[in-house]
């Protein structure tokens, strides 16, 4: 059975830094595509970054210049960096993993960052 653990989340305060992780158990499937996505609550899911088997990186607009994706295919795990967290910032966040044979999308439960003003 494919599963996603997410870890990292947490309570922070502006202006600080978190480091979220997700391991998939992928029963032997290839991954092409990882990300998180984020939801606060009353608004929509939306995206925080995605990095592809290629390391092709594509962020949200007002994560760009303080979070970092990336990965390792070894161990089947994507990291997020956050930097110059903001109280915006928070929300629940969802680790993603596409399978590459069928595009088959998985996803975490979720973890929890909130930032304090």
């Known amino acids: 059975q494919v599963q996603l653990v997410e870890s990292g989340g947490g309570l922070v305060q502006a202006g600080g830094s978190l480091r979220l992780s997700c391991v998939g158990r992928?029963?032997?499937?290839?991954?092409?595509?990882m990300g998180w996505y984020r939801q606060a609550p009353g608004k929509q899911r939306e995206l925080v970054a995605t990095?592809?088997?290629?390391?092709?990186?594509n962020y949200g607009d007002s994560m760009k210049d303080r979070f970092t994706i990336s990965r390792d295919d070894a161990k089947n795990t994507v990291h997020l960096q956050m930097n110059n967290l903001k109280p915006d910032d928070t929300a629940v966040y969802y680790c993603?993993?596409?399978?590459?044979?069928?595009?088959?999308?998985?996803w975490g439960q979720g973890t929890q960052v909130t930032v304090s003003s």
């Open positions: 993603l993993m596409v399978i590459a044979a069928d595009e088959t999308a998985y």
């Open positions: 992928m029963n032997g499937f290839s991954i092409n595509t």
């Open positions: 990095i592809t088997s290629l390391n092709n990186t």
